[in-house]
């Protein structure tokens, strides 16, 4: 079964307050999604296997440490997920990232898929799927299934916002993939936004509201 974890550091938790904050501009906001996804990925990271392998100092030898496994694979979710790449890639620049264009119908709340593009070697790399929000969980399940359907074998999930509802959908259609929060909010409204969220996350980053 799925893992969930809630990541509770103060820094993460501070920048989230001002995310969520309506009187905060696109700009800030854009910032902020950036640096929070940066500082995620950091603690996402934490478990990533080592390798000892021997560096010459200008004093000499020393045993040190690489990460070793498999290489990562990015894949935000069009469009609000692309507002956490660069913050991730900062830490993980040999990240490769690949594309899931998603949108969710206004009326049935289901996922649109319209745009798939991933790296080439798919079946050995480590994907993490972001995206700002996890409100029903329809287009995390629909874009973790696109990626399986093209062979991707370990797959993580990363969102700033999460809702009960979606964490539950995304567990029940897949149980191998662990889910990564800065928050774990209290319900959808009928509308299908996360309460209290953020609003629309492609709105505020690309400021087309
Ligand atoms: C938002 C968000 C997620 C999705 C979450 O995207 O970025 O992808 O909704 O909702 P769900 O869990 O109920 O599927 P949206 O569909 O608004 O598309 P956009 O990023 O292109 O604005
Ligand atoms: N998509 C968003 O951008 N926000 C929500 O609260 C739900 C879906």
């Known amino acids: 079964m799925s893992k969930v974890f809630v990541f509770d550091h103060p820094l993460i938790q501070h920048k989230l307050t001002y995310i969520r904050d309506k009187s905060t501009g696109t700009k800030e906001f854009r910032e902020l999604v950036d640096e929070v996804a940066a500082l995620m990925a950091f603690e996402i990271t934490r478990e990533l296997p080592l390798q000892e392998v021997t560096v ?3 004093v000499g030898p020393a045993k040190s440490m690489t990460i070793a496994g498999k290489k990562l694979g990015l894949v935000p979710i069009l469009r609000a997920g692309l ?4 913050g991730i890639l900062r830490l993980i620049p040999a990240a490769k990232v690949g594309h899931v264009g998603l949108y969710r119908d206004p009326e049935t ?3 649109v898929e319209y745009y798939v593009k991933l790296p080439a070697d798919v079946e050995e790399r480590e994907f993490i799927v972001i ?14 299934h696109s990626l399986k359907k093209r062979g991707a074998k370990t797959i993580k ?5 999460a809702a009960p509802e ?9 149980p191998d993939v662990d889910i990564y929060l800065a928050a774990l909010d209290e319900k959808l409204n ?4 996360i309460v209290p969220g953020l ?8 400021g087309t509201k």
């Open 56 to 58: 010459e100092t200008p």
């Open 109 to 111: 709340l289901q996922p």
């Open 131 to 144: 995206d700002p929000m996890l409100a029903t969980g329809g287009s995390a399940v629909e874009a973790i």
């Open 190 to 193: 009928e509308k299908g936004y």
């Open 83 to 86: 507002g956490m790449v660069d």
């Open 166 to 174: 979606g964490v539950e959908v995304v567990k029940e259609a897949h």
């Open 199 to 206: 609003g629309d996350a492609g709105d505020r980053l690309f």
């Open 157 to 161: 999930l990363m969102c700033l916002i």
